[in-house]
């Protein structure tokens, strides 16, 4: 079951630029720093810098906003089995956290997040 908000992503066209000025903005380095990804733990929520994900723009959103889950692959399955699409099959992104997307039926992307590094409590 969805287990609450984690995790919104940014799309960036400089990570590094972007990584220097949250980390000024937010007063602190992030938790995950790869040329990939950055991650930052705010308040026990993530704010992630992604490169690869474009930035805002008529045919993207830019931010996706991504709900925890104990056990991904059975909640991706229950909500393909509800009506919704895939958009991105699950993956291992480093450190033991595991992501995906779907589409639902409105067409929003709906993001799913295992994040074993946030437990339930402190947005598990």
Request: aromatic share 10%; no cysteine.
């Amino acid at each position: 079951m969805l287990q609450g908000l984690r995790t919104v992503i940014y799309g960036v066209n400089d990570i590094a630029h972007a990584k220097a000025w949250y980390s000024q903005a937010l007063g602190m380095a992030p938790y995950f720093d790869e040329s990939f990804y950055v991650g930052f733990n705010v308040g026990g929520d993530e704010l992630g810098l992604n490169p690869n994900t474009p930035p805002n723009s008529a045919e993207n959103a830019g931010v996706v906003a991504y709900w925890g889950v104990e056990d991904i692959a059975a909640e991706f399955k229950r909500l393909l089995e509800i009506g919704g699409k895939e958009h991105s099959a699950i993956q291992d992104v480093g450190d033991g956290i595991q992501v995906a997307t779907l589409l639902d039926p409105f067409g929003n992307i709906l993001g799913l997040i295992h994040n074993p590094h946030f437990k339930i409590g402190n947005h598990g």
